[in-house]
Every structure is written in structure tokens, then in C-alpha cells.
Nanobody, 123 residues
Framework: QVRLVESGGGLVQAGGSLRLSCAAS????????MGWFRQAPGKEREFVAA????????SYADSVKGRFTISRDNAKKTVDLQMNSLKPEDTAVYYCAANLIFLSALPSEYDAWGQGTQVTVFS
């Protein structure tokens, strides 16, 4: 049974940084594209970033390009999201998700999801 568990969320001042981590179990981690999504109150879940199974190709939402970096460690079965220069509009619950091979920005194409971790950015 696939299990994804996010950690690292919290309160941070605008302009600061946070590093989120997602630990995976119950799947062949290296065969999956991994993604990060976020959902703010009253908003639809939106794509943040994704990384292919090799870790060599990445994709980012325009809103986070240049500020966020996604990375993975296949040996440890983890995927991280380094978030720098945080803005209040980054406030949301952040979810990691697994997609078999595809580098996709569509939530419907992901096969497994974590429970989310709250990120709150204050000014």
C-alpha cells in the first residue's frame, strides 16, 4: 500500500525559506514522477513542481519559478521542495504526489497523495 508523508511545514516570515520533505513507502519510488501541489482555502488544488524519476528533469508553476526547487533522493525515497523568498500568497496546504512516469501538472494524473502539510507565510 502506497504511503506518502509530508513534513516541514510551518510559520515563516515573508522573504524567508522553508524546506518540505515527503517520505514514500509501499511503492517502487524510482519509477514514479513526483510532484508537489498546494491548496489554499477556497481555492482549487494547483500544481507547484514536479521531478521525473531520474531527477534530471523538472517543471515548475510560473508563480514559483526562480524561488522553489524540487529534488529527490531515490535511495532514501524522498522528494523535497526548497522554498525561498516566500510570499504571503504561498500560504497553503502542500501535498506531495506520485505519478507513474509522467511529468504532469494535472492532479488527476497522479496516483497517490500525502495528507498535506500547512505552510503559512506572514508579512
Amino acid at each position: 500500500q502506497v504511503r506518502l508523508v509530508e513534513s516541514g511545514g510551518g510559520l515563516v516570515q515573508a522573504g524567508g525559506s522553508l524546506r518540505l520533505s515527503c517520505a514514500a513507502s509501499g511503492l517502487s519510488f524510482s519509477t514514479y514522477t513526483m510532484g508537489w501541489f498546494r491548496q489554499a482555502p477556497g481555492k482549487e488544488r494547483e500544481f507547484v513542481a514536479a521531478v521525473t524519476r531520474s531527477g534530471t528533469s523538472t517543471s515548475y508553476a510560473d508563480s514559483v519559478k526562480g524561488r522553489f526547487t524540487i529534488s529527490r533522493d531515490n535511495a532514501k525515497k524522498t522528494v523535497d521542495l526548497q522554498m525561498n523568498s516566500l510570499k504571503p500568497e504561498d500560504t497553503a496546504v502542500y501535498y506531495c504526489a506520485a505519478n507513474l512516469i509522467f511529468l504532469s501538472a494535472l492532479p488527476s494524473e497522479y496516483d497517490a497523495w500525502g495528507q498535506g502539510t500547512q505552510v503559512t507565510v506572514f508579512s
